[in-house]
């Protein structure tokens, strides 16, 4: 394990930003936004908790143009140039678990763009310093700071990082730039448990202040609240405005579209869809076969706890809180997760 200061991480990053866009969390009243690194460090904050974008639209855009014109043979994506994101949380990274199932499996349908942007991009993550209301990462089996998915993880203790190294890539970052990493003291190592634990034990206290059951309990909940009043009840404030979904890191539904310009030029693009949206799941036609909000919302708990549990082994929620803060309607996953844990024991 090394150490870097603040002073040669800056160091760091300048470099690094002659073979990547760089991208730093800075903090804009109470939430963090990624930024692009401009050579400051002055309003970046390495630690503290996620950031208001999920990190999955560094992988899968918003918005993307897919194809254009008919030669084929070549994907706008092709002409990016990588990008390294800094200060990831370990709940975003979970999230790869999810669209890695998706659009990164070889042998399946693989998605060209998300592959070559997960090869290519470079993630230094770092560990949460704090907790918000809305964190719950630990009912999800997971811990505030990065353990797997990164290329070089930062551990934040005095004026600087304790480093762990997560690939290849991130080894020989580390190895080109030794001058700039030192050997912790004694002192250092202590300080950084210390501040690991009081991060757990803050998720530990909004864990048990909202009741939230841990995912050792999430069994079978959906397949038996299948019926249960919880969908129609918390349907009744829901807006359908779709921000539970694009807020999430591990949500990829997309709708393709396409555009034309005179009669010869074509471009397909890609966005970002909404499973609560009414026109989600219609089809030609016009049936819908979630035409009810209920069903819409069930629809979105199903396929985190019950499909990808299924297909994956994995429950696609990472406990990161952000649907719960997007919402305006204050439905809050916590509250639904309690009350079917509940109606199932
Ligand atoms: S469902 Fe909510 S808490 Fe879970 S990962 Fe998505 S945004 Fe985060
Ligand atoms: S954010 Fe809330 S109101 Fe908007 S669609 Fe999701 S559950 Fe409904």
Redesign the pocket.
């Known amino acids: 394990m090394r150490y870097v200061s603040r002073a040669n991480l800056k160091l760091l990053l300048d470099d690094l930003s002659g073979q990547y866009r760089v991208f730093v969390p800075v903090r804009k009243k109470d939430s963090r936004f990624y930024s692009r690194y401009e050579g400051s460090m002055d309003d970046v904050v390495i630690g503290e908790v996620r950031a208001f974008e999920?990190l999955k639209a560094f992988f899968f855009p918003a918005v993307e143009k897919v194809a254009e014109g008919f030669s084929g043979g070549s994907f706008p994506h092709e002409k990016d140039r990588p990008v390294c994101i800094v200060g990831v949380k370990a709940?975003d990274l979970k999230?790869f678990k999810v669209l890695d199932h998706v659009f990164g499996q070889e042998d399946e349908y693989p998605d060209p763009s998300y592959i070559k942007r997960r090869a290519e991009n470079l993630i230094i993550s770092s560990d949460c310093t704090m907790a918000i209301e809305?964190c719950?990462c630990l009912a999800?089996g997971l811990k505030p700071f990065p353990q797997e998915d990164f290329d070089i993880n930062l551990s934040p203790v005095g004026d600087g990082f304790f480093v762990f190294v997560g690939s290849d890539k991130g080894k020989q970052i580390v190895e080109r730039h030794a001058g700039l990493f030192e050997e912790p003291g004694e002192e250092l190592s202590s300080a950084q448990e210390k501040s690991r634990l009081r991060v757990i034990r803050e998720v530990e206290r909004n864990i048990e202040e909202h009741g939230v059951p841990s995912q050792d309990r999430y069994q079978g909940i959906i397949e038996k609240g299948y019926e249960s009043a919880v969908w129609k009840d918390e349907a009744e404030s829901c807006v359908e405005c779709g921000a539970?979904n694009t807020?999430?890191?591990?949500?990829h539904c997309f709708l393709l579209y396409e555009q034309m310009k005179g009669d010869e030029e074509f471009a397909r693009f890609r966005m970002w869809d909404s499973c609560l949206i009414k026109d989600f799941a219609r089809v030609g036609g016009g049936d819908n076969p979630r035409e009810h909000l209920w069903m819409r919302l069930r629809n979105r708990f199903e396929k985190?706890f019950d499909y990808f549990r299924k297909v994956a082994d994995i429950y696609?929620?990472?406990?990161?809180?952000?649907?719960?803060s997007?919402c305006p309607a204050k439905i809050d996953?916590r509250d639904v997760l309690r009350k079917l844990v509940e109606e199932n024991e």
């Open positions: 999920p709940c999230g809305t719950f999800l539970c807020i999430c890191p591990t949500c985190k696609a929620c990472t406990g990161c809180g952000r649907c719960i997007a996953i």
